[in-house]
């Protein structure tokens, strides 16, 4: 990207001072990208007017920070068809308030207080994720930069993305770990009926409940996700 939108927004993202969102899905495209309907208008200044409907945005607004940071894909006009033709821009919740035209080279990072065309019309009711607010977000005439090169969008968008499913990977293999960890530390302590072998602590009402078969065959089952190791294909 050019070096005065990495100086400018990549920094303070870094730094957590503002945060970011990455805008993909649509309300009618979400597996398939290459059928999106957000354009981006080229302006004289080097700028692009980005319009268009995205929904499932994680943390599409909030404000936990001063400012967001959208990285979205769009198509811009004549680009090709498909995946091919789209193009990353970053539009920003609110522009720098200096900001008459082109790009954000030497601007103070002070903000404008009126939104750079970006509103939330939905927060989305989810069973689960609850810290995180998924967003319909209406992008009208928003003013974003391109970012990289024009209809390299997809692939920008997924060197993120490679690194993102990497975290996901690891955030769920360790939430199992410590699921795992928790329910081995409980069922140490808690305590209900009799070993099937004998009674294992006859000075208390109760055995642990980690006796039981049902309760190993859990914990084990849970171990051996944790670990990798694939159930149905090393029991077949
Ligand atoms: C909690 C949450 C947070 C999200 N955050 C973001 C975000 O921050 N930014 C963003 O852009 N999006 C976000 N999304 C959206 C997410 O990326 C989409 O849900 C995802 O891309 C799938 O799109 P879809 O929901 O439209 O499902 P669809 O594309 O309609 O797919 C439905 C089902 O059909 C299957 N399917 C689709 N096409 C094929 C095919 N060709 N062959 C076989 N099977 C197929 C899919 O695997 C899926 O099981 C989020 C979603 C959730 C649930």
Not at 31 to 46: E, M, N, V, Y
Not at 180 to 187: G, M
Request: proline content about 4%; hydrophobic content about 35%; some cysteine.
């Amino acid at each position: 990207a050019e070096e005065s939108l990495v100086d400018h927004y990549a920094t303070n993202v870094g730094t957590k001072e503002w945060a970011g969102t990455m805008c993909l899905t649509e309300p009618h495209a979400g597996t398939d990208l290459g059928i999106i309907r957000s354009k981006a208008l080229p302006q004289d200044d080097g700028s692009y007017l980005v319009s268009g409907t995205k929904i499932f945005i994680s943390f599409g607004d909030h404000d936990l920070t001063k400012n967001i940071v959208h990285m979205v894909l769009a198509k811009a006009p004549d680009s090709p068809e498909g995946t091919k033709g789209i193009s990353l821009f970053l539009v920003p919740k609110y522009l720098p308030k200096e900001w008459q035209s082109g790009g954000v080279g030497g601007l103070s990072q002070e903000l404008s207080s009126t939104r750079n065309g970006v509103t939330c019309s939905g927060v989305e009711e989810k069973m689960g994720i609850h810290a995180s607010p998924t967003c319909v977000l209406n992008f009208d005439n928003s003013v974003g930069w391109l970012v990289g090169d024009l209809n390299n969008g997809m692939a920008l968008m997924f060197e993120m993305m490679n690194g993102a499913r990497l975290d996901s990977g690891i955030m769920g293999l360790s939430l199992g770990e410590v699921a795992y960890q928790n329910s081995l530390e409980w069922v140490r302590e808690r305590r209900q009926g009799r070993d099937l072998r004998g009674v294992q602590d006859p000075q208390e009402v109760a055995d642990n409940i980690l006796v039981h078969p049902d309760v190993r065959r859990m914990l084990l089952i849970s171990k051996v996700n944790n670990e990798g190791w694939n159930l149905g294909r090393n029991s077949s």
